[in-house]
């Protein structure tokens, strides 16, 4: 692939054919308090310019992350495998749905070249939901860990993985690759799936998590939520409860921030106060590491979070 040449932008009806016909739902004005500057540094430049050379993609650009310029800066990736397009059509997500192409064999290789490349210590993959895949692409994951760890075997790796729904196996499959951490987002409260998350099953996602733990005890577990799509301060500190059952290390809660007209409305936006106070609880409920702030997404500070968490895993231990 040449490096020189950019990604050429989809309009929205070509992202989200199925978002096409719906009515539009007005964009609010956001407050001043998740306001982020454009990117525009040097270290964004070459970021971006990297991925394009080894034709992968980042869940940072085509999630519309807010924190792009931020982390890129640093360059620090979140890399999404599988592909660009996603089975599903969940109300929130600016990942393009559609029918996905075939797997790409060279891809766990070109992944770990270039966290070599960015000399990453710590790494999180993550990926669109395959469907259509029999494991859902599980096998995929494994051998982009395998690929990681063969290339930089310093690097720690967390994977953000699809809910695997219905697929039998693939929690084991990806558990065996051993990554330091497993992280499968919950997103929203159960009230809210049907209209936010159509195609996720809330327990089947909580199960997922819970069968990582059985798995891997050693394994850090970690689940995120965003915040202002609907949802009630009962039902947050209710999946909270839920994710303390299942024994997750790590919660992350966020803002939810609407990509386009077609996408679920704002509900509304969640003050800074709001989120400090979910914090609290959360940290009392006995999660190792949280992160709840309107600009917190499961990959930010991802390096620095897992130096904490394993801070916190041995202040707590025997």
Excluded at 53 to 71: D, F, K, R, S, W
Excluded at 113 to 139: C, F, K, N, Q
Aim: proline share 7%; glycine share 6%; with cysteine.
């Amino acid at each position: 692939m040449d490096g020189t040449l950019d990604k050429v932008p989809l309009s929205r009806a070509e992202r989200h054919p199925e978002k096409a016909h719906r009515p539009d739902n007005p964009i609010r004005r956001k407050p001043e308090w998740i306001r982020v500057r454009a990117p525009n540094s040097p270290e964004y430049a070459e970021t971006k310019r990297l991925m394009r050379q080894y034709g992968l993609t980042t869940v940072c650009e085509e999630a519309a992350c807010p924190n792009i310029g931020e982390c890129w800066k640093h360059k620090h990736a979140t890399f999404m495998i599988m592909g660009d397009t996603c089975t599903r059509a969940c109300a929130f997500c600016n990942v393009r749905t559609g029918l996905p192409g075939a797997l790409d064999p060279d891809e766990p290789a070109r992944v770990a070249e270039a966290i070599a490349m960015l000399a990453l210590a710590h790494v999180v993959v993550t990926s669109v939901d395959r469907d259509d895949l029999a494991d859902g692409g599980a096998a995929h994951f494994a051998a982009v860990i395998r690929a990681i760890r063969a290339r930089r075997p310093a690097t720690t790796i967390e994977v953000l993985t699809p809910d695997f729904l219905r697929k039998e196996g693939a929690a084991e499959t990806v558990l065996a690759a051993r990554p330091d951490v497993f992280n499968h987002n919950l997103e929203t409260v159960p009230s809210l799936y049907l209209t936010v998350r159509p195609g996720a099953r809330y327990f089947a996602s909580m199960r997922l998590l819970q069968k990582a733990k059985e798995l891997d005890r050693q394994v850090f577990t970690k689940s995120g939520i965003m915040v202002g799509l609907g949802e009630t301060r009962n039902e947050v500190l209710q999946v909270m409860d839920d994710l303390r059952a299942a024994e997750v290390d790590f919660l992350t809660i966020g803002q939810y921030l609407q990509p386009s007209p077609k996408h679920h409305a704002v509900a509304r936006f969640v003050t800074p106060g709001e989120f400090a106070a979910y914090e609290t609880i959360a940290y009392a409920k006995g999660f190792l590491m949280v992160s709840a702030s309107p600009l917190t997404r499961s990959s930010h500070h991802a390096g620095e979070d897992f130096a904490r968490l394993r801070a916190a895993r041995a202040a707590r231990a025997p």
